[in-house]
């Protein structure tokens, strides 16, 4: 497993390499099933529902409601009511109970009729009996004799963050009229009260609001459903759509990689010093294209033939780096003394720190000398990063 632009990438492997690993520990991806596994075990998400919504209605036709004090309404119907939400017809039908934290946005359509003239009603809503601050519905029953006297006064306040156990009701009010003595009265069979859950307290339990199922199965076999998975570690989620949910880590000095290339061929460099030349083998290749951008230790090593002239002062050796153009040589080269080692084979390495590539460079080796051309009969390299 590695990483490449801070997106994860997984081992591909087919269910018989898979059946073959006396360890199944880590994650990756069986190419025969196409499923992404943990530990033998398969990783699925599921998918994802309607926002859960309750929805009340009341049978009460009877209740009159004054300018003096508001009035609690009741509900005893419950048309619609999906997990989350707790009520009942019995005993606190003015309450709708939230059973997690999160962001609800509720509503009510009150019907109200009057026989006087001029009646305005006013309703709030009420979170554990504390009245919000401001009305958030307003109705008007101008009945001359010829208009209706019924009228809907609409409640939709912007949405509002809950508790779990915390409950909302709806209350309403004469707020003014051409006599102290006009009254309206409910319409319950017409009227309704409803409440949607928008998302967990801080968006993170998925689409429904309540928490997708994942369910993890190991050889077909199922371990049970759950509703979280825990990633230790830098991660970061993204939801593409479409049931599709990208991790993203980028790590944290924790995760090791490292790329090597050998040959053993070998070549001819004739390179003045001070102008290295890249080590070409007479056949194969002796370089490493990188796969993970990150900041990376080289290590170089060349193993030099027995006809470089004794009067060759000294070697030199440093990394080369193609970033599509042809590799070009970099900078503090290794430098060592030949003096008196004419036909003696010996080599010379050299490491490198903090250097910087991106996916796709070449990493190469160069050479030069003090004297004629140098025969090398193989050489190496090595990279290493941590990410």
């Not at 269910?15 to 690993?21: G, K, S």
């Not at 912007?158 to 006009?182: D, M, W």
């Amino acid at each position: 497993m590695s990483e490449q632009g801070d997106i994860l990438k997984l081992v591909d492997l087919n269910q018989t390499e898979i059946n073959a690993l006396s360890d199944k520990e880590g994650l990756y991806n069986n190419t025969t099933t196409g499923n992404i596994e943990y530990n033998g075990s398969i990783i699925t998400g599921g998918a994802a529902g309607p926002l859960p919504i309750i929805v009340l209605k009341s049978t009460d036709t009877t209740t009159t409601v004054a300018q003096a004090s508001p009035t609690i309404l009741n509900w005893d119907v419950e048309t619609e009511k999906d997990s989350g939400f707790t009520h009942s017809i019995s005993s606190n039908t003015s309450r709708i109970e939230v059973d997690e934290d999160g962001t609800y946005l509720l509503g009510a359509n009150i019907r109200m009729e009057a026989s006087g003239q001029r009646v305005q009603f006013v309703t709030k809503y009420l979170i554990d009996g504390v009245v919000q601050d401001l009305p958030t519905g307003s109705s008007y029953i101008r009945n001359s004799g010829t208009s209706s006297d019924f009228w809907t006064c609409i409640l939709n306040p912007p949405p509002v963050k809950l508790n779990a156990g915390q409950y909302i009701e709806v209350q309403i009010q004469v707020e003014s009229q051409t006599t102290s003595a006009l009254t309206g009265t409910f319409v319950g069979d017409e009227s309704t009260f409803s409440v949607v859950k928008l998302q967990g307290a801080k968006g993170d339990k998925g689409d429904t609001g309540s928490g997708s199922t994942i369910t993890i199965e190991e050889n077909d076999t199922s371990l049970g459903s759950f509703n979280t998975i825990n990633i230790e570690g830098n991660a970061t989620l993204t939801d593409e759509g479409g049931g599709k949910l990208t991790i993203s880590v980028s790590g944290g000095g924790d995760t090791y990689y490292s790329q090597k290339s050998t040959n053993t061929n070998g070549g001819t460099v004739n390179a003045a010093f001070g102008t290295p030349l890249e080590c070409v083998p007479s056949s194969g290749v002796l370089e490493i294209t990188v796969a993970e951008t990150g900041s990376y230790i080289i290590f170089g090593r060349v193993n030099i033939g027995t006809d470089l002239n004794k009067d060759n002062g000294a070697i030199e050796l440093i990394y080369g780096i193609d970033t599509g153009s042809g590799a070009v040589a970099g900078p503090t080269p290794y430098t060592q003394q030949q003096q008196g080692k004419k036909n003696k084979a010996n080599g010379i390495s050299g490491t490198w720190g903090g250097v910087n590539l991106t996916a796709g460079d070449k990493v190469h080796l160069f050479i030069s000398t003090l004297g004629d051309s140098t025969t090398w009969t193989g050489g190496e390299i090595f990279i290493a990063t941590w990410k």
